[in-house]
């Protein structure tokens, strides 16, 4: 099952609930009870913590636990020069399956002006988590630059600072590409865009809306693919991209559904990376089919254990899907992981740390006993 080439036959999305003292030490922070050096301090600690948690499971992407964020987007890209916190607009809001109302609809990030990156974002933070891994490949995971577009469209972006959008773009991705290439001069082999666009783009009620504010629905796909190829352009050989596609995580909630059909062919074919974090943890993600546009050269990693609720599935059911699957691509293109991170904000989803570690530890054991 060993690999030395991310993505891994048994890998995760990347964040992991957070310890009580780390949440405690946040809102100390914003109380300004203590400073960031105080903060910063329990996070390299809390982080030390998640390392040899992965690392005891023997899971070979290694992250931080995204545990210096508030929210898995909105702390990396609020520190690109030009970006500002915008009112929500969005069309959609978080469900959950129970019914229930979490009240949260995502805030939209506005472009104010021109896009710079005056200074470093990720690079400390995978300075440090490069520096305490000491078996497998540390992975940095941060949000797609699409998110910078979707959900506040044309209206989101000063006129003044780009007044037409090819403008917005390069020096997005130009922010993104001085960004990933440090990162990768630093030894970086492992990156993980997440994106909620893509399986946004799969729900009618958003098509729907975003086609009602005059985006081309065959178009914008191409757009963020191209996007994202020169956000990573230049990469070197080594370095590992992946994308995680989301349907809207929060507190165990969801914004997104419908099957890949409308992305899945241009997605898998036009988009220069490794592999697709792909959730398919229930009906909401149609079937397996999409997987038939998969070209040689590329993974998808099945997002079948949830992580939103603490129910284990059974290793039979788990690898019935995984045969599902294979009668679209090659099993030797395919992988398995969590639908998603098990705290994609500070909040965390409705499941415990030992409910977080038997998940994690089923998709390692079904992994073995799949692929050997």
Not at 221 to 239: F, V
Not at 336 to 361: M, N, R, W, Y
Request: aromatic share 8%; proline share 5%.
């Amino acid at each position: 099952m060993t690999n030395s080439r991310p993505p891994f036959r048994a890998d995760h999305v990347g964040s992991l609930l957070r310890p009580e003292r780390l949440l405690t030490a946040r809102d100390q922070r914003q109380k300004g009870e203590i400073d960031a050096a105080a903060l910063r301090a329990v996070e390299d600690d809390a982080i030390l913590e998640a390392v040899k948690l992965q690392q005891d499971l023997g899971l070979q992407g290694i992250t931080d636990g995204e545990y210096r964020r508030t929210f898995w987007h909105q702390d990396f890209l609020e520190q690109i020069d030009g970006v500002e916190i915008g009112e929500s607009k969005f069309a959609a809001s978080f469900q959950r399956d129970d019914g229930v109302d979490v009240s949260f609809t995502p805030q939209t990030m506005r472009v104010a002006g021109k896009l710079k990156r005056s200074h470093p974002i990720q690079v400390e933070d995978y300075k440090y988590l490069s520096s305490v891994v000491t078996s497998g490949v540390p992975k940095v995971c941060i949000p797609s630059p699409s998110m910078l577009h979707f959900r506040g469209g044309r209206d989101s972006i000063d006129l003044d600072a780009y007044p037409d959008l090819d403008g917005f773009y390069g020096d997005l991705a130009g922010v993104y590409n001085e960004e990933i290439m440090e990162l990768a001069g630093l030894g970086c082999k492992y990156l993980q865009l997440d994106d909620t666009n893509f399986a946004y783009l799969c729900d009618e009620r958003i098509r729907t809306a975003t086609s009602g504010r005059g985006e081309d629905l065959d178009q914008l796909p191409r757009t963020y693919s191209r996007l994202i190829n020169d956000s990573i352009k230049g990469r070197p050989d080594d370095m590992a991209v992946c994308v995680h596609m989301c349907r809207g995580n929060f507190r165990s909630a969801w914004v997104a559904e419908g099957g890949y059909d409308p992305v899945a062919e241009i997605l898998f074919n036009e988009m220069d990376i490794d592999g697709f974090f792909m959730e398919y943890d229930d009906a909401r993600s149609g079937d397996f089919s999409p997987l038939r546009f998969l070209p040689k050269g590329k993974t998808v990693i099945l997002g079948i254990v949830t992580s939103k609720v603490p129910e284990l599935e059974t290793k039979d059911a788990l690898k019935r899907r995984i045969e599902e699957a294979a009668k679209f691509a090659p099993l030797d293109q395919l992988a398995i992981s969590p639908q998603c991170g098990f705290s994609s904000t500070v909040h965390g989803k409705d499941v415990t740390v030992d409910d977080e570690i038997a998940k994690l530890q089923l998709v390692m054991d079904v992994a073995k006993e799949v692929w050997g």
